[in-house]
Structures are given as C-alpha cells and as structure tokens.
C-alpha cells in the first residue's frame, strides 16, 4: 500500500485536481468500517459541511490553505465549536472557546472530523479511560492493548483512515507515547512555541500542543504550515538536511535504554546501528540530568499540584466524580507545600540549563533512546490499581525527562517487538530546535522507512489494507 503525503493531498485539492469532499467520504468510509473506537464524536455531517466550503473556496480560484481538505481528529482536551468538552470526565465541562490550534488549523483549509477518546483530564499515560471508553490498539489481534495515553484515541484515528493528521496534548509524554504505543510519528513541539489556549490543563509548566502524523514528512508539512501563526520562525532559515550523513547522534548512558525490556533496547539498538551505517556519527555519552529530571517528574511535586489547583479553582464539582486511576493518584498533591514546589521549579530549570550546556559542548544534534521501555499492556492485566500505576509509571519513564528538561522530542518507529508490537526512536533535541529536530527526523526516516514500510499492516487492519513488507528490526 502507497499512502499520499498530506503535501500531495492538500495541493490536488487546492489546484482541483481532487476535492475535499472525496477525501472526506473517504474518511467517513473508513471510520464507519473500523471498530478501533478512536472518537468520543465523529460528526460526518460536520465534516462534509467543512469539506464543501473549502471546495467552493478552490472553486472560485482562492487558495483555501495549505492543508486544504486535510482530515484532522482533536482529542477531547481541546474546546471544538459544536462539539460537548467532556475531557474524559463523567460529564461535560463548561464551555470553551477554541483556541490557537484549532483556529490555525481550520484558517489553514483542514477538516476536522471528531474528537477522540483521552484519559481523565489527560492525567496518566496508559491511555486506559473507565468513563468513555478505552480505544484497540491495531496491532494485537486478540487482546484489547492500551493505545498509550493519554492521547488515546489519536494514533488509533490515524491507523483507522479517519484522519490524516492527529492532535494530541504532552505534559510528561502525552503525544509520543501513543505515538510509539500504535506505530505513528509523534511531536513534542519545546514548551510554550505553540499556545495552549483552548486545552484543559494538566500542568501549566509542561504542557504542549502537538501533532501526530503517519510520516515525518506529513508532520514536518504540517508543522511548517502552522507555526508561522504562533509568531514565525524563531529558528531562521529551516534546515535542509536531507541525509543522516553528518548528524551527531549521542547514546545516552542512561535508565531509559537499561530500563528498557531487552527486546525492545535490542530493536533501537539495531535502528541506531542503521543510522550509523549510513553515515550518522553516534556516540555514547553521559547525560546524567535525563535520569535526575525523571525522578524529579515522579516526585509529584509539579504536575499534581498544579493540576489539583486548577481542578479546585475552576471544577470542584468534578473532583468527587474522578475515576481512582486518577482520583487516587492525585490525593497526595495537596500535601505538597510551596517550598518543595518552588524548589522543584528551580531544579528543572538548572537541570535544563546542564543538558542544554552539555549538548552544545559535545556538539550533539540529538539524543536518542527508546520512546517506551514496555510493550503496550492489555487491559486485561491493568484490573487492579497496583498494576495500573506500575504500568503508567512504565510508560512515562521514557519521556518525562525531556518535558522536564525543556527539549523538544519527537518518536518514530524503529521496528516490532517480539510481541508484534510498535517500538519507537525517540529523538530529543534542545529548546527551540524544532525545525532542525524534524529536518533530522525526516533524515532518520529516509533510512529507516515509514511506518508502512518498517513495520508493516496492523493486524487488525489486515483485511482493509495492503500488507507492507516483513518489519525490520
């Protein structure tokens, strides 16, 4: 199976030689055959209505945007005209205006078709929700496998041919974990390039908008269409690496390659190895502060306070009504005092500055380790609360470090486990280099493949799609 880049999509539609409407009803097809549980809400009508108007836009020869007829899902973090803001919650929220990325991406020509399932107010990584429902991660065919979280429902939307682009929210890890969970590509963009208006939050100091795209091509596409809206290219001239060739790539000595399962190591091991190869410069290095900022991040001493803060001044009413993976989880925020909080802060940013520093001394581009250091549980396991918090805690290790850390990040995939399941490369990079991050990105990718030609078919995918070749790695 050949995808279209979303590149080749928008530009048909915008010069005729295709419609949105098409690339809607094909959308709407896909979903309606699928049982992947993605969407919260798919609101097709909605979703034709958008497609019509931006065919009569190119109709009448005006440029309808650079993601013209491009199909995008929101997860249910975000405020959408039209649609309730449940947040995963028992019960609606009040209503919110939307904000900046919504807003970009409809004055940029996208069609948004729903919104897609999230963890309880976005507070855990498993992508597991008791109250709306739980997305099938795609590539177990008996078992119902988390997704990863807690933008459940994102990378699922992506592989079920409903959307050719995902949003996501990350705090700790919240965009590259189901990336990596389902086989996709995900972005961390650096903290505070892109507004979080219109999101409920989780953390004010570590949340980001993002995206997840099938390709890093797709996403780098998108990327480049949008962030001139939040105030233009910060970096100057976008790069124009187009080989791994040259690219200083550091192998930290670090938990999150030995806390990795052997098997999934072994998967990143060989996808650096190829790297390599083909002319990327990869050294072993220390970098002592990924380690430090994880534990800092399991402390509790940001994240949960801040959003307890948030949940007590804004939506009292929704604290009794929190499911125990998270109402217990959050009960000890509010025994954390303002020194400890203070303190923490200030650690991150020192943290921040030593690896920063540390990057630029050894001249490294990126680093690079595992995105996930387990397979994505089934459900099945996850029944008690113990379980559940070990495999959430899992989940997080492998990217709480560089939202502590201020790095942008992105995940790719590097291959299948030995239970058939996504293996992800995550790629971090410093503070504002996301431009470069996706220029490298899009290198790594030329070597290793897409998702379809690295990993192949999601099993349960089987029957509608053309097999890839055999994964490697």
Known sequence: ?????????????????????????????????????????????????????????????????????????????????????????????????????????????????????????????????????????????????????????????????????????????????????????????????????????????????????????????????????????????????????????GVPASRLWTDADSGIAAVVERAVAELGEAGATVLEIDVPELDEAGERYFAGEIVQPEFLEFLERELPEWIPLLHAIVGKRLGAAGKVRALDYVAALQQRRRLSASVHARMASERIDCLATPTLPIAPPPLAVLARLAAYRDANRAMLSGTCPASMLDLCAITLPAGLDDEGMPVGLQLMGPAGGDLALLAQAAAVEAVLGTNLSRLGTPPRLSERYDSGPKARG
């Open 1 to 249: 199976m050949r995808r279209p880049s979303i590149r080749q999509v928008a530009s048909d539609v915008r010069h005729g030689r295709d419609a949105a409407r098409r690339e809607v009803e094909a959308a709407i097809r896909r979903r309606e055959a699928s049982d992947l549980g993605a969407y919260i809400v798919f609101d097709a009508e909605a979703a034709r209505r958008q497609a019509d108007a931006v065919d009569r836009t190119a109709s009448l020869g005006e440029d309808p945007g650079p993601l013209a007829g491009i199909t995008v899902s929101v997860k249910d973090l975000y405020a959408l005209d039209g649609y309730p803001l449940r947040a995963g919650t028992k019960r609606p929220l009040p209503a919110w205006p939307e904000g900046f990325l919504v807003r970009a991406l409809r004055r940029l020509g996208a069609v948004i078709t729903g919104k897609t399932h999230t963890v309880e107010f976005a507070f855990g990584a498993v992508g597991l929700n008791p109250n709306t429902g739980t997305p099938v991660n795609p590539w177990d065919p008996v078992e119902h496998r988390a997704p990863g979280g807690s933008s459940a429902g994102a990378g699922v939307s992506l592989w079920e041919g409903s959307a050719r682009i995902a949003l996501g929210s990350d705090t700790g890890g919240s965009i590259r974990i189901p990336a990596s969970a389902t086989g996709v590509v995900g972005l961390r963009p650096t903290t505070g390039r892109w507004p979080t208006t219109g999101v409920v939050p989780l953390s004010t100091t570590l949340d980001t908008v993002g995206l997840l795209a099938h390709t890093v091509e797709d996403l780098r596409y998108a990327f480049r269409a949008i962030d001139p809206l939040a105030g233009g290219n910060r970096e100057g001239a976008d790069s124009a690496l187009e080989e791994v060739s040259g690219l200083r790539i």
